[in-house]
């Protein structure tokens, strides 16, 4: 019997994919642009199976996302940039350097007193430290560094949090809901008027201020509003499957029948279960 496989042979095994002469025509087309839409897709995969607590499926998913570091590997491996024992050495350098109240010394070797310092003291030395990383980079500026890549809600979660570092906050929740109170006037107003640019400006500031109530009361906005899609899935999935047993469709219904069905929807179905 096959014992377990190791990183090694995740590292073979991605060679073997990526050789000209003998690997698999598919691997041999992709490139760090053609693999990076994989690497977003297989991360929100996780997410999902750690929403459902899922953790059989969350094993194979995380494979799934190493799978897309190591071939990141191979890629940079074949261009002469870098390999997995140079991603390897840059993580633990980082994160040593980034963690000096358990590597007092900057090396693995030496151990610290956990009882120094706290969670508040250490979440402020580690923003510090990222700071003067970016200093050293060149990335002059508070919001600098933020990646255009994050998903939207994510990346206005990271800037409205980096902003609050400097200050730039409302003291509390209650100054975010009277925002998204004057982003809703302005919005109305916005639709009254019928400029259409000025009511895509409008509702983006609004959904920015809801990101922003999502920070507040320490939520993930991305995360939440994936809970708010699958449950308008389940309850629109009830609608749908209570026209079919009648033999209608959506067509042969009023809009107050429909909105009756989605009620009875609402009030029969559990609310999702939270992961633990």
Not at 15 to 34: I, V
Request: a negative charge; hydrophobic letters at 40%; aromatic letters at 8%.
């Amino acid at each position: 019997m096959q014992d377990e496989y190791s990183l090694e042979d995740l590292l073979y095994l991605m060679s073997r994919l990526r050789n000209p002469r003998s690997g698999c025509p598919w691997d041999l087309k992709q490139t760090f642009a053609s693999i990076a839409p994989c690497t977003i897709e297989e991360a929100y995969e996780v997410a999902e199976a750690i929403e459902a607590a899922d953790y059989e499926h969350l094993r194979e998913e995380l494979g799934d996302l190493l799978f897309q570091v190591i071939f990141y590997a191979q890629l940079g491996r074949e261009q002469g940039c870098f390999d997995f024992a140079h991603i390897v050495d840059t993580l633990v350098r980082k994160l040593v350097r980034r963690h000096p109240h358990v590597f007092p010394d900057g090396t693995l070797d030496c151990e610290a007193d956990a009882g120094d310092v706290d969670a508040v003291q250490v979440k402020r030395n580690w923003e510090a430290i990222k700071a003067a990383e970016r200093n050293v980079k060149g990335e002059a500026g508070v919001l600098a560094g933020v990646a255009v890549g994050l998903p939207a809600m994510t990346r206005a979660a990271k800037l409205q949090k980096r902003a609050a570092q400097v200050g730039f906050d409302w003291p509390d929740i209650q100054g975010v809901l009277d925002k998204i109170e004057e982003e809703i006037a302005e919005l109305r107003e916005a639709v009254a008027l019928g400029d259409r640019r000025h009511v895509e400006e409008e509702l983006g500031d609004l959904v920015f201020s809801c990101v922003n109530a999502a920070r507040h009361l320490k939520l993930d906005p991305e995360a939440i509003l994936r809970r708010s899609n699958r449950k308008f899935e389940r309850r629109f999935g009830a609608v749908e499957a209570a026209l079919q047993t009648q033999g209608r469709r959506f067509a042969d219904a009023s809009l107050r029948e429909l909105d009756r069905l989605w009620k009875r929807a609402k009030a029969e179905q559990a609310p999702e279960p939270r992961n633990p």
